[in-house]
């Protein structure tokens, strides 16, 4: 599997299984239309400072990132039917604001979705 964050595929992600996901060297958040979580990888655990069991299960835009519940990223995955984009951003709950790059992942050929988050070296 291409284990970029740039280059690894919607196909990809959907395909791989959480231990595949648990290796990816950035943070994976899988949900579905619903928005509860279903996936959250050891990446973005480490980095968020919140484990799997906390997460998942709970609605990502709500009980999870907040921060993100706007229109550049939620209202995206509400509005857009296929997506694949790459974004600048900076999470700011509960922590100092730290800048991202995140990877907002939906296909017409599944339910799930996927967000990706690219911590930038300090």
Not at 35 to 49: H, I, P, R, W
Request: glycine letters at 4%; hydrophobic letters at 45%; a negative charge.
């Amino acid at each position: 599997m291409s284990q970029t964050f740039e280059t690894v595929s919607f196909e990809e992600m959907e395909a791989a299984n959480e231990a595949a996901l648990d290796l990816m060297p950035f943070g994976v958040i899988g949900f579905m239309p619903d928005y509860l979580v279903t996936f959250y990888n050891a990446a973005e655990s480490k980095a968020a400072g919140l484990s799997a069991s906390r997460v998942v299960g709970k609605h990502f835009f709500h009980e999870v990132a907040p921060c993100m519940n706007n229109f550049m990223v939620a209202q995206r995955f509400e509005d857009e039917q296929k997506l694949d984009d790459i974004i600048e951003y900076v999470l700011t709950l509960r922590m100092r604001p730290t800048p991202v790059r995140l990877r907002l992942m939906k296909s017409t050929a599944s339910t799930k979705r996927f967000l990706l988050v690219e911590r930038k070296e300090k």
